[in-house]
């Protein structure tokens, strides 16, 4: 599965955002987005599953164009979203924000989704039946990527998953993604943490003022002297 972006404009009300952003995302890979604040990043993903109409540009789920489709017609797809903010529900358990992201399953799949994000997050498993408001905030993003796992994305999109976020569970949490890159679900992880993004990456996109300037591997693109100096402070 490919998720691709063409040529991709859009903006809020007059005020345009992205100019003619091109990107891919294959099952299996981890690609980073990375970009200082106000770049691009989240219109970029809210658009691509849908929650934005692009004004120009294509979003291509392998040859399939998904402008006109909804974003839970998105999700029904395989693309899932790990929104900026998490967006929990305090007040549901660990277990009953986890059931949520089930919705657009066959019945009998919902326990192997359990199980998934129990045995990525244990600590989930412990909290199953705790408010999700009382959850630490590596524990609440632990169950917003859990919750997106729910319903098999075949590509998640993942907005600042290690925000506010101390470094050894930032770390923990980049490194649960890995995870289910290796078993197969293709990632965009939109990150400010750009060296631990580009060390987990395969490949990294760097946005600037809504457009894509630099691109690559990212073993390379970590060795980049206009990436160190901007972004590594080196
Ligand atoms: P950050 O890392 O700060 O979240 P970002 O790269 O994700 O940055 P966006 O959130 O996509 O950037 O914002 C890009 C631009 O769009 C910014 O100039 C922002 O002010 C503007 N913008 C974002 N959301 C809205 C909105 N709902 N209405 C109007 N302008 C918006």
Known sequence: MRLGVEGLETGYGKAQ?????????????????????????????????GLLRPWRGRVLWEERDLSGLSPAQRARLGLGHVPEGRQLFPLMTVEENLRLGAAFLAPGREEEGFARAYTLFPRLAERRRQLAGTLSGGEQQMLAIGRA???????????????GLAPRLAEEVLLALKRVVEEGVGVLLV????????????RAYVMEHGRVVLQGQAARLLEDPRVREAYLSL
């Open 17 to 49: 955002v992205l100019f003619g952003v091109d990107l891919e995302v294959r099952e299996g890979e981890l690609v980073a987005l990375l970009g200082t604040n106000g770049a691009g990043k989240t219109t970029l993903l809210r658009t691509l599953s």
């Open 149 to 163: 796992l729910m319903g098999f994305p075949k590509i998640l999109l993942v907005d600042e998953p290690s925000l």
């Open 191 to 202: 990150e400010q943490n750009v060296a631990l993004s580009l060390e987990v990456a395969g």
